[in-house]
């Protein structure tokens, strides 16, 4: 859980470990609208960002995410939830395709010699949280908060997971079609690391940019 911080003019301090606008706006919203609320990170403020968000942001420019520069990395840790802009290694084949990915990876390993893909290139799989409607987001990121390293979110925080567990998300009906690979020769931009605490606030914000296809055709199941 995260505690609610205030001044002494009882308005609410940024605790989103970012500088970025939105998800800053978005934390004042819910303390403005549940005032006797003293915690975030919770199952009832993972509930209310649910509905409010979709009520409230038609769409949002995939470059306000982008502003906060002490957010960029070049690196994909497992566990850490991730947005970039990728290029679809086989777009012409998909049916449709997110250009601009939220996910929480898994791992990440180099083709060739008995694994996965070409020699010498670099894969990340994770789960694109884009591909579930908002209703199973919302169940699909109390599963995935279950699995945390630890009780509090702070920098250190990420979901601890497997291959034998991520096996087992992939036959889910949450998670089935969300699992993807992504060839990390074809992120085209730098990944934006979420902090633990802000995963509430990003993980329903329209987003995502499906090529090809709307969002009903990419959560259809």
Same mark, same amino acid.
Not at 5 to 20: C, F, G, S, W, Y
Not at 34 to 60: A, C, D, H, Q
């Given at each position: 859980? &995260?505690?609610?911080? &205030?001044?002494?003019?009882?308005?609410?301090?940024?605790?989103?470990?970012?500088?970025?606008?939105?998800?800053?706006?978005?934390?004042?919203?819910?303390?403005? $609208?549940?005032?006797?609320?003293?915690? @975030?990170?919770?199952?009832?403020?993972? /509930? =209310?960002? @649910?509905?409010?968000?979709?009520?409230?942001? *038609?769409?949002?420019?995939? $470059?306000?995410?982008?502003?906060?520069?002490?957010? =960029?990395?070049?690196?994909?840790v497992p566990g850490q939830m991730l947005?970039?802009?990728?290029?679809?290694?086989?777009?012409?084949?998909?049916?449709?395709?997110?250009?601009?990915?939220?996910?929480?990876?898994?791992?990440?390993?180099?083709?060739?010699?008995?694994?996965? /893909?070409?020699? /010498?290139?670099?894969?990340?799989?994770?789960?694109?949280?884009?591909?579930?409607?908002?209703?199973?987001?919302?169940?699909?990121?109390?599963?995935?908060?279950?699995?945390?390293?630890?009780?509090r979110y702070r920098k250190s925080t @990420?979901?601890?997971? *497997?291959?034998?567990?991520? #096996?087992?998300?992939?036959?889910?009906?949450?998670?089935?079609?969300?699992?993807?690979?992504? @060839?990390?020769?074809?992120?085209? #931009?730098?990944?934006?690391?979420?902090? $633990?605490?802000?995963?509430?606030? %990003?993980?329903?914000?329209?987003? %995502?940019?499906?090529?090809? /296809?709307?969002?009903?055709?990419?959560?259809r199941m």
């Amino acid at each position: 859980m &995260t505690k609610k911080i &205030t001044d002494d003019n009882n308005e609410v301090l940024n605790n989103t470990d970012t500088n970025l606008e939105i998800l800053q706006s978005l934390e004042k919203s819910f303390y403005k $609208a549940n005032p006797s609320s003293m915690k @975030r990170n919770t199952e009832k403020s993972l /509930g =209310w960002f @649910r509905k409010f968000i979709p009520k409230n942001y *038609n769409k949002v420019r995939t $470059a306000r995410m982008f502003r906060d520069r002490d957010m =960029w990395t070049d690196k994909v840790v497992p566990g850490q939830m991730l947005f970039f802009e990728y290029n679809a290694l086989h777009k012409d084949k998909l049916p449709v395709w997110d250009r601009f990915p939220l996910v929480f990876m898994w791992d990440v390993w180099t083709g060739g010699e008995g694994k996965f /893909g070409l020699p /010498g290139k670099r894969y990340a799989i994770g789960i694109n949280l884009h591909y579930l409607k908002p209703a199973l987001r919302f169940e699909a990121m109390k599963a995935l908060l279950s699995l945390r390293n630890e009780k509090r979110y702070r920098k250190s925080t @990420r979901i601890k997971i *497997n291959w034998e567990i991520l #096996s087992a998300l992939s036959q889910s009906r949450y998670f089935e079609h969300s699992v993807k690979i992504y @060839r990390l020769d074809h992120v085209t #931009s730098k990944f934006v690391k979420i902090p $633990a605490r802000s995963w509430e606030l %990003a993980v329903f914000l329209p987003t %995502a940019r499906f090529q090809k /296809g709307s969002s009903k055709e990419a959560w259809r199941m």
